[in-house]
């Protein structure tokens, strides 16, 4: 079956640096992405990784190892506004998106 | 705003009873997708269209179902209401199936709640 694992919830400070994981096994592999959602809003586009190695964007970068079947995806300089849940989603041989339960990240002061 | 719309924002309705939910994708998107969220879960996948055709079915109940009118926008129809049914309902749309790069940009959502 497909799969894709991240950890439910993380907690981490104003400020700080924090990485969420994703692993995945799916058949096939067309892509990686990662959105973010704020409870009770739409999912928002993050970032994009279809090559491996590490894609930067302002705070937030996404990395990708297709041969270990991973990603992360990394906050600098957290904002209480980054208080959300993030979602891996991977691309499978159908260019269908299997999504993951998404790991909730709270932000303390 | 990610340029995709959904009506009605929220509906109350009743167990049994029949509800349509509409989306319009963002201008120059094909695909339509259909997502059900319920309260602390994550995203389910329901079906997709691309320009007018179903192109992929997930977990959609045969209560449910959905269709892409010529004008791209799309309509999910929901019967013989449950409980279980209540859920924030997600629209997404992108430029094509098929394609490595095709991202998909969400609706604001409907929140149904079944009483």
């Known amino acids: 079956g497909q799969n894709i694992d991240q950890p439910t919830e993380m907690t981490a400070t104003e400020g700080a640096i924090v990485q969420i994981n994703c692993t995945y096994q799916?058949?096939?592999?067309?892509?990686l992405f990662w959105y973010q959602q704020h409870a009770g809003e739409a999912p928002t586009f993050l970032s994009y990784?279809?090559l491996d190695g590490l894609e930067e964007k302002g705070r937030f970068s996404s990395f990708l190892s297709r041969s270990k079947g991973y990603s992360y995806l990394l906050l600098k300089e957290l904002q209480m506004k980054d208080s959300a849940s993030y979602l891996c989603?991977?691309?499978?041989?159908?260019?269908?998106?299997?999504w993951g339960a998404g790991t909730k990240l709270i932000i303390k002061p | 705003d990610s340029g995709v719309t959904q009506t009605p924002k929220h509906l109350i309705t009743a167990t049994g009873q029949r509800v349509t939910l509409r989306c319009s994708p963002r201008?120059?998107?094909?695909?339509v997708y259909w997502y059900q969220q319920s309260l602390d879960q994550g995203l389910q996948f329901l079906i997709q269209?691309?320009?007018?055709?179903?192109?992929a079915k997930g977990n959609i109940l045969e209560r449910f179902s959905a269709q892409q009118f010529p004008d791209l926008h799309s309509e999910l129809n929901l019967s013989s209401l449950e409980l279980g049914d209540s859920a924030l309902y997600f629209c997404?749309?992108?430029?094509?199936?098929?394609?490595?790069?095709?991202?998909?940009?969400f609706g604001p959502g409907t929140r149904l709640t079944v009483l």
């Open positions: 201008s120059g998107d094909l695909s």
């Open positions: 269209y691309y320009n007018g055709e179903e192109r």
């Open positions: 997404a749309s992108s430029v094509e199936a098929g394609a490595r790069t095709d991202t998909q940009y």
């Open positions: 989603a991977v691309r499978d041989s159908n260019y269908q998106l299997i």
């Open positions: 990784n279809v």
């Open positions: 799916t058949s096939g592999f067309n892509g």
